[in-house]
């Protein structure tokens, strides 16, 4: 039997047990009337929207910036530690971004290179090579993806404490169950 019916949010409706799961084999939702199943669904499709949204960001400050998601996460990873005075070795970013030093020394050419980072002796450690974002780097950084977390930090302190409380645990139990998911597979 097919349906000249057309759904007015296609998007949503990958999202709707009552689309992907029509009897309940997974989704056990007898006990709830439409508008709740309407109200899930519409917090699924927000986190959805979110994540396409935090992709979109993460894939332009990369293109922008020349880099890819490890050597991002390298950077954040030095300007915090600048920020609170620590001192960063290769060993300790290998060890933060769980890669082989082989491919941290690698990271740190293609860093040094591009101008993002300085090698320089360790303070007291005459032996180990002291790592550094480039202030230019930082700047570039702070503006573009530094304003919009400024942003989401906004966004997380207009909640009041309770709320944070659910949308903590919400974001838990999602991390917790794609965690466990491939253990099921």
Same mark, same amino acid.
């Given at each position: 039997?097919?349906?000249?019916?057309?759904?007015?949010?296609?998007?949503?409706?990958?999202?709707?047990?009552?689309?992907?799961?029509?009897?309940? /084999?997974?989704?056990?939702?007898?006990?709830?009337?439409d508008?709740?199943?309407?109200?899930?669904?519409?917090v !699924?499709?927000?986190?959805?929207?979110?994540?396409?949204?935090?992709?979109?960001?993460?894939?332009?400050?990369?293109?922008?910036?020349?880099?890819?998601?490890t050597?991002?996460?390298?950077?954040?990873?030095?300007?915090?530690?600048?920020?609170?005075?620590?001192?960063?070795?290769?060993? !300790?970013?290998? /060890?933060?971004?769980?890669?082989?030093?082989?491919?941290?020394?690698?990271?740190?050419?293609?860093l040094?290179?591009?101008?993002?980072?300085?090698?320089s002796?360790?303070?007291?450690?005459?032996?180990?090579?002291?790592?550094?974002?480039?202030?230019?780097?930082?700047?570039?950084?702070? /503006?573009?993806?530094?304003?919009?977390?400024?942003?989401?930090?906004?966004?997380?302190?207009?909640?009041?404490? /309770?709320?944070?409380?659910?949308v903590?645990?919400?974001?838990?139990? !999602?991390?917790?169950?794609?965690?466990?998911?491939?253990?099921?597979?």
């Open positions: 039997m097919t349906s000249d019916r057309t759904p007015p949010d296609s998007a949503a409706w990958l999202l709707d047990p009552r689309v992907i799961d029509p009897s309940q /084999e997974l989704v056990k939702r007898s006990a709830m009337d508008d709740e199943v309407d109200s899930i669904v519409g !699924l499709a927000a986190l959805r929207t979110w994540r396409e949204a935090e992709q979109a960001m993460s894939e332009a400050s990369q293109k922008h910036m020349k880099l890819n998601a050597d991002m996460k390298a950077l954040r990873f030095l300007m915090a530690s600048r920020n609170v005075g620590a001192v960063v070795t290769p060993g !300790l970013l290998a /060890e933060t971004l769980r890669i082989s030093t082989a491919s941290t020394t690698k990271l740190l050419d293609r040094e290179r591009a101008g993002h980072v300085l090698r002796p360790h303070p007291t450690d005459r032996r180990a090579l002291m790592i550094t974002v480039t202030d230019a780097t930082r700047t570039d950084a702070r /503006e573009s993806v530094g304003r919009i977390h400024a942003r989401r930090f906004e966004a997380a302190a207009r909640l009041s404490p /309770e709320e944070r409380d659910i903590i645990r919400f974001l838990s139990d !999602l991390s917790a169950f794609d965690e466990g998911a491939g253990a099921d597979q």
